[in-house]
């Protein structure tokens, strides 16, 4: 069975693509000054992406945004608050293309996992789970 290492992200950028960065193999950004992963455009290749925070962000973001104005992201974010046994739940917005995790209030702390994958023509589907401090805020927006 062949081994899979991770792709470890120390640079401010990135543009995915499935043959480097696709499962199984994993990503995993270890930069605390936040990172930008661009996504590839989607078009329902199946391709899938397994992002993982491995240095919490303590300036800037982490954002992973998709590559054009026509596609979105479809899906939700369950965030485990740390004002208790609690956890919030967010959930995309039909317009929703980027999320932005800033190692407080919208995850982006050591150990939160982000899956996307490519389920059809200009749409990601999205699933997080992540820990939060403070009041804890949805990751997910419309910038692109």
């Given at each position: 069975?062949?081994t ?12 995915l693509?499935?043959?480097t960065?696709?499962?199984p193999?994993?990503v995993v950004?270890?930069?605390?000054a936040?990172?930008?992963?661009v996504?590839p ?23 992973i945004q998709v ?32 999320i932005?995790?800033?190692g407080?209030?919208k ?9 996307l994958?490519?389920i ?8 997080i789970?992540?820990?939060g401090t ?7 927006s419309a910038?692109?």
């Amino acid at each position: 069975m062949p081994t899979y290492l991770p792709f470890v992200v120390t640079a401010a950028t990135l543009a995915l693509n499935a043959s480097t960065h696709g499962t199984p193999a994993a990503v995993v950004v270890n930069r605390a000054a936040g990172s930008t992963l661009v996504l590839p455009a989607a078009y329902g290749s199946g391709a899938e992406f397994d992002i993982m925070v491995g240095t919490t962000i303590t300036s800037n973001n982490l954002i992973i945004q998709v590559a054009n104005s026509s596609d979105v992201m479809t899906g939700n974010c369950v965030m485990l608050q740390d004002a208790g046994d609690t956890v919030a739940g967010f959930e995309t917005a039909a317009d929703t293309d980027t999320i932005t995790m800033n190692g407080s209030t919208k995850g982006g702390i050591r150990g939160d996992r982000i899956l996307l994958k490519d389920i059809a023509n200009n749409t990601w589907q999205v699933q997080i789970i992540a820990a939060g401090t403070g009041t804890e805020v949805t990751p997910f927006s419309a910038t692109v």
